[in-house]
């Protein structure tokens, strides 16, 4: 009987001894989440396009004043006569929606920022002998909502109650030209979606010095960039509230 107690004993003892050891172990193991030490290795990269990442954090009101302003002082248009050449994509089926959705390809901008993009021009043209393509411009609202209602996801595209750059008048997609019109290497087409496209992608020199040129250029004249999409820029000198007005297509 004294060594069937004495077994017991020395399994309840062995038995708290585990637990004492495993507790022990469980509170010196560091919690990766909390951990200020964690890093993000450089392959861990998002994938899902991101257009106006800056557009959604702009105002945190989801629901501001929407003008309809439709007087000529409130917009200006930049044509081929400025010298641009215009490639619209959403007003054709190559975009990456793959659906057409302006009714006419045109480029409105506020005057204010398309002074400034004259103002680029010029001195692109000056400098380097580069000229602008322009990709995409003001985007009305109601386009805005067409979109969205064919993708609408906001990691692809900007819901149209938070308000757009674009749909302020405010924003550009463009690309650079040489002196034939033909498109630069940037590294990737127009809203390519993936790494490649983002502004710190390790591309060969001449991507690279193609890329500084339009970027240093269109942030010295006041426009911003996004670390995503190396095509698309936002005057940053005056604010505009979202707009719903449509050019008329002729």
């Known amino acids: ?103 006419c390809g045109k480029c409105y901008l506020r005057p204010e920022a398309a002074a400034k993009l004259k103002v680029i021009q010029q001195e692109l043209k000056e400098k380097y002998g580069f000229g602008i393509k322009l990709f995409d411009c003001f985007r009305p609202r109601p386009y805005q909502q067409r979109l969205w209602d064919i993708v609408p996801d906001p990691d692809y595209v900007t819901p149209p109650h938070k308000g757009s750059m674009h749909s302020r008048g405010l924003a550009v997609d463009l690309t650079l030209v040489d002196k034939n019109g033909k498109e630069l290497d940037m590294g990737t087409a127009f809203d390519f979606f993936g790494p490649e496209a983002h502004q710190g992608y390790n591309h060969s020199d001449a991507v690279k010095r193609n890329r500084w040129i339009l970027k240093s250029t269109m942030e010295k004249h006041g426009f911003g960039s996004i670390r995503t999409e190396w095509w698309h820029f936002s005057y940053q000198g005056k604010s505009w509230p979202l707009d719903e007005w449509v050019w008329e297509c002729e």
């Open 1 to 103: 009987m004294i060594r069937y107690y004495t077994l017991i004993f020395f399994i309840l003892v062995g038995t708290w001894a585990c637990k004492n050891d495993k507790t022990a172990t469980q509170t010196t193991e560091p919690v990766v989440e909390n951990s200020k030490d964690v890093t993000i290795s450089n392959t861990d990269t998002l994938t899902q396009p991101q257009p106006d990442v800056e557009d959604i954090t702009i105002s945190k009101n989801e629901e501001e004043n929407i003008s309809t302003a439709v007087d000529a002082s409130s917009w200006s248009a930049l044509t081929t006569e400025d010298g641009f050449i215009l490639d619209i994509k959403y007003a054709t089926t190559d975009n990456f929606t793959q659906k057409k959705i302006y009714d």
